[in-house]
């Protein structure tokens, strides 16, 4: 009796302190907002002992952590970016800023931010900082550390000064007006390229980090640059300025060494002397210098060396006439041109600054020219032995796939084989053994000694071509490779779900793991850059993505074939680091619900230890989870849709629900959403506000872009409504750019949605097929045609689909009221397309408000702008979905006589 009673009261005390910590959870306001915290860049110490990460807040000033793993101790320095470990474990240093008022008050000034550096002694905790540093950086073996002071004002040279310090004694060494600098690999060696007003110390000098000895490689009066070591051997290559009184502009001489310390290994090449560069041409520093694998063979880049000229006085009579009028400086837009006027101005510098690929082979003074106005975006195969090109020249212009013949180069010969006729492009093995390429619905190889052709994939039973990549292009895409293996043995490939092993020359492959049973998605986490190929016997990683759960991790599969889990949940796992001499791994973990953080792991993956604590103030407010909905569209497809909840749900009662829709958007399930005031799609903003936000994917159909969105959308809302948990009187939808397109076409379609908000739309396919994309340069047509827009045929051939699939033919059936965004500089969808849309509108009497940013491109960048439109955005839904009352701008407008006084009060 007296338990039964213990045990109610222990119940109602339980419920009581239950209720009352729930009741003292706050709502999510945007003045919270600030608070909340990203991880951003991260280092990872070689032996595993130390990791540290940037923390930056949505507004405020961030810092930078660093937490030892055993002792968990922690160090945090504030205003700090760019974390970097010496790789003997023994050093950290780290990039200090200013606070964010700082910042700004230097940006008011016209004035950079000049920022210094923190070095921290691993084992004591001791930190000295620097001042005024530009760049920092460690050699390999972390004895020694270089920093880049800023250059004096008033400095013409290239120089400035730099600091060398001596980890092991704690010494500094100054060496002034260094305008270049470069530790060998095996960090036992600092070259220095120093650029100084009294030109005649200008030179280039080697430092021995052993003893601190200093030898001069080469001085002289001219300017030195492109300073390149070998890989793997202590060779040393770079350039030195040269000019003549015929030509305009500077050419250069080459210097290499093979043996950096070895003054006597040096040769010289000095084109104008030996007379083997074409005639009128010269070498150019900003292509740089790369060293063939055999240290014999140095690449660099060639161009067209323009002669002075005087120029003849014009004396003929049209001349005399329009002597007084400035030239015109006419744009000729000619329909042959390779390139279009406005993408030639958008690569201004980058054509400027074409080159043609050469190699000097010093050990017999042989030049070979690689590329030329023919054979053209030249890359070296993985031995430097020969090289891949590209001729587009045939198939120009270029108005759908950008087509070329490929070609392999022999790079001591310049002899030109031709491998592939109209193809795209093609890559290199590391080894250089072989070039891979995709072809109709396989993979190739082609095998650069036999000169032969093998397709290494026609008797894997499966499909390697993306056929889910519906975007009008001859061909599907592949689903993608993996790195090959050291050797080029053989390389992984991948089909819709696993990987597998293929051999080069086609006699062999293994399937490596099992994704197809269980629709699981595996691709190879790569773990190391530093080296272009697996290496022999090591353990290969994979990330795993549950293509219908959403659960994520990763696998392994060992030296011994043998696949295993690692770690896979229903949360969005990311970022796996391994530190480099130890089985210590890091890696990201968040949810819906769980702010992200990294965890520390052994070799097992068993009991990762947590290592971040970002964002533990969410436990003071209503914060929401998402679901994942699975629909069928309307063609029958088995589609899916990420749904977060209101903060604060309350079983039975119906919500008002934001739909955001950009193709497809499921995969976003489980990821954290941190609130900010300056985007207007944010949906964790939504949520805290009592809304339901729903993100359906979109599969698409040719032809019929808008008609898809509607096919899938439409359904999918349907589906959520059958919850009984959303107000289907107050369901609102937004997106940007293509996704505002949907959003402008699909409220013409249908009357389910009762508010909507456009960034930026798509509104008239006809006349966007017929724009520029300003930001590139490039036709839109192009887009349409073999990407996001899925018209393979063009307007004139495809008219009834153009006009059916454009918002602006179809609004007089739409009764959703639409606010749309613009930038007048929206280098991406033409401003006109707002304009247009306007128009129609207004003479259509429909419901439509344009917010039109003076100056601004595809994507807000000034923060006030951000806030305004998210806040405008967010204003429209409560009036059209929740009933509040309509500000002035939404009700009337705003007349452009009181702009200025808006400005002034705000």
Request: glycine share 6%.
């Amino acid at each position: 009796m007296n338990k039964q009673v213990f045990g109610v009261g222990v119940f109602a005390l339980l419920f009581l302190i239950t209720g009352s910590l729930q009741a003292q959870k706050k709502d999510l306001k945007p003045a919270d907002y600030a608070q909340w915290q990203s991880i951003y860049s991260t280092a990872f110490a070689s032996d595993g002992n130390w990791f540290s990460y940037q923390i930056s807040l949505v507004e405020g000033d961030g810092w930078l952590m660093l937490t030892n793993i055993d002792s968990e101790d922690e160090h945090k320095f504030m205003h700090a970016t760019n974390p970097a470990f010496s790789n003997d474990n023994n050093w950290f240093a780290f990039r200090i800023g200013v606070s964010e008022d700082d910042a700004r008050k230097l940006e008011e000034q016209e004035k950079p931010i000049q920022y210094d550096m923190g070095l921290m002694n691993l084992s004591t905790a001791m930190v000295d900082t620097f001042t005024m540093i530009q760049e920092f950086d460690f050699n390999e073996t972390g004895s020694h550390l270089i920093m880049k002071k800023y250059k004096a004002e008033g400095v013409k040279t290239a120089g400035t000064d730099i600091i060398i310090r001596n980890l092991n004694s704690g010494s500094n060494q100054i060496v002034g007006n260094v305008s270049e600098y470069s530790f060998n690999d095996a960090g036992t060696h600092l070259a220095l390229a120093i650029d100084a007003s009294e030109k005649l110390g200008n030179g280039v000098h080697l430092l021995n980090l052993s003893n601190n000895s200093t030898s001069v490689l080469d001085s002289d009066t001219e300017t030195y640059k492109g300073l390149a070591w070998h890989e793997d051997q202590n060779a040393l290559a770079f350039m030195k300025t040269k000019s003549d009184t015929v030509h305009k502009d500077e050419t250069h001489l080459l210097y290499t060494y093979t043996n950096a310390a070895d003054p006597s290994t040096q040769k010289v090449f000095d084109h104008t002397e030996n007379g083997l560069l074409p005639e009128h041409h010269r070498i150019v520093d900003f292509a740089g210098l790369i060293w063939a694998e055999d240290a014999e063979t140095v690449f660099f880049g060639i161009k067209e060396w323009e002669v002075k000229k005087d120029e003849p006085e014009d004396t003929s009579a049209i001349a005399k006439l329009n002597k007084h009028l400035d030239p015109t400086n006419v744009e000729v837009w000619h329909w042959r041109d390779a390139e279009i006027q406005p993408q030639q101005e958008v690569r201004r510098t980058q054509n400027e600054r074409d080159n043609f690929l050469s190699a000097w082979h010093f050990n017999n003074n042989r030049f070979v020219q690689l590329e030329d106005q023919q054979v053209e975006g030249i890359v070296l195969t993985g031995d430097q032995e020969y090289a891949i090109g590209y001729d587009p020249n045939p198939y120009e212009p270029a108005f759908r796939e950008e087509w070329n013949d490929v070609y392999v180069i022999n790079a001591s010969s310049g002899e030109r084989t031709r491998i592939l006729e109209r193809h795209e492009n093609a890559s290199s093995s590391p080894g250089g053994n072989y070039i891979l390429y995709f072809k109709d619905t396989d993979w190739w190889t082609y095998d650069v000694q036999s000169k032969t052709h093998t397709n290494i994939t026609e008797d894997i039973d499966t499909r390697f071509e993306n056929f889910k990549s519906i975007n009008g292009r001859e061909n599907f895409p592949s689903f993608g490779v993996g790195q090959w293996i050291e050797g080029d043995d053989w390389l992984l490939i991948y089909d819709e779900y696993d990987v597998y092993k293929v051999w080069a020359d086609g006699s062999r492959h293994e399937k490596v793991t099992n994704g197809s049973e269980d629709q699981i998605v595996y691709r190879q986490t790569r773990l190391d850059y530093e080296d272009d190929h697996l290496a022999q016997g090591q353990p290969i990683y994979f990330s795993k993505y549950g293509y219908y759960t959403k659960d994520r991790g990763y696998a392994r599969l060992d030296n011994r074939n043998r696949l295993q889990e690692l770690i896979y949940e229903s949360r969005m796992i990311s970022r796996l680091d391994k530190a480099e001499t130890s089985n210590a791994f890091v890696f990201m973990k968040e949810s819906a619900t769980e702010s992200p953080n990294f965890y520390y792991t052994g070799n097992n993956f068993r009991n990762p230890k947590r290592i971040t604590d970002t964002n533990p103030q969410q436990e003071d407010y209503h914060w929401a989870d998402d679901e994942l909905i699975t629909f069928t569209n309307a063609r029958g497809d088995k589609l899916q849709g990420r749904l977060l909840y209101p903060a604060n749900y309350e079983e039975g009662k119906e919500y008002p629900m934001i739909t955001y829709i950009y193709e497809m958007r499921s995969q976003a399930t489980h990821s954290y959403s941190i609130p900010t005031r300056t985007s207007p799609y944010n949906m964790r903003r939504y949520s805290s506000e009592g809304y339901f936000v729903f993100e359906p994917d979109i599969n698409y159909v040719l032809r019929d872009p808008g008609v898809s969105a509607v096919e899938s959308v439409v359904p999918a809302v349907r589906k959520v409504l059958e919850t009984g948990m959303i107000d289907e009187e107050k369901i609102g939808l937004t997106g940007h750019s293509w996704g505002a397109y949907q959003t402008a076409f699909i409220i013409t379609q249908t009357d389910m949605f009762n508010s909507a908000v456009a960034g930026a739309p798509l509104t008239n396919m006809v006349s966007m097929y017929n724009s520029v994309y300003w930001n590139s340069g490039t036709p839109d047509a192009q887009i349409f045609e073999v990407s996001q827009g899925r018209f393979p045929e063009p307007y004139w051939k495809d008219w009834d689909k153009f006009i059916e699939n454009s918002p602006i033919f179809n609004m007089e059936t739409n009764t959703t009221p639409l606010l749309v965004e613009f930038g007048t500089d929206d280098g991406a969808v033409d401003f006109n397309q707002g304009v247009e849309l306007y128009n129609t509108m207004r003479r259509m009497e429909k419901p439509y408000v344009m917010l039109v940013y003076e100056g601004e491109n595809h994507g807000l960048r000034q923060k006030e702008n951000q806030i305004d439109y998210a806040n405008r955005a967010f204003q429209w839904h409560e009036h059209f979905l929740k009933g509040e009352e309509a500000p002035e701008w939404i009700s009337s407008g705003v007349p452009y006589l009181e702009r200025p006084e808006i400005i002034e009060k705000e």
